[in-house]
């Protein structure tokens, strides 16, 4: 007799994403706010497994956010991030939400709050009837790239060669990240090289 696996971590995540992102939407009001990381790639088609739901928003949002689900938030400074963030469950999902996050990679470091252009072109996929906002590809690519997440970098840009993508987003994205002219052009190396 084998024991039920129970539901994958991506239907896990379908099933309260819906729920969770009204409960997003009514928190932050007019704060801009969106689905990050994994959990937004796999929504975009691109297949990166992850048990976690995560979300940028602003700090004021955050605190609003965890005033209504009665969890505190904290100011966290890992490898990567520094941001205050909340972090519950919700049916066995881990939720993490970061308000005004900063990513720190090795020369560069983006501040998404301070990226006009991020905001702008943010990608509505339905989940359950319900309009999440993601992350465009190429905002987590120009981020893999600034983090150092070669492999991350590499499925991204096979995804996007494969399905398109536009590449004015990302040269304002550069931009406005006010990235180093080395981690520019070995983003391009990396989307212009051929497998």
């Not at 956010?65 to 990567?80: A, C, F, H, I, R």
């Not at 049916?91 to 900063?102: A, C, E, L, R, Y």
């Not at 720190?104 to 252009?117: F, K, N, W």
């Not at 509505?124 to 690519?141: A, H, K, N, S, Y």
């Amino acid at each position: 007799m084998t024991a039920d696996p129970g539901p994958s971590p991506e239907s896990a995540q379908d099933h309260v994403l819906g729920p969770l992102v009204r409960v997003i939407q009514e928190a932050v009001a007019d704060a801009p706010w969106a689905l990050i990381g994994a959990s937004a790639l796999r929504l975009q088609g691109v297949e990166t497994p992850s048990a976690n739901l995560e979300f940028i928003t602003s700090e004021k949002a955050i605190t609003a956010l965890g005033e209504m689900l009665g969890v505190p938030s904290d100011w966290g400074q890992g490898t990567y991030l520094v941001a205050n963030r909340l972090h519950f469950m919700r049916h066995g999902v881990p939720v993490f939400v970061f308000g005004d996050p900063v990513f720190h990679g090795p020369y560069d470091s983006l501040a998404p709050r301070e990226i006009p252009s991020l905001w702008d072109a943010l990608r509505r996929v339905e989940v359950g009837g319900v309009p999440v906002l993601c992350t465009p590809l190429e905002w987590e690519i120009v981020l893999a790239v600034v983090l150092g997440q070669t492999g991350r970098a590499e499925l991204l840009r096979d995804h996007m060669r494969a399905n398109e993508y536009d590449s004015r987003l990302v040269v304002r994205l550069l931009r406005e990240g006010r990235v180093a002219s080395h981690t520019e052009e070995a983003l391009w190396a990396l989307l212009e090289q051929r497998k």
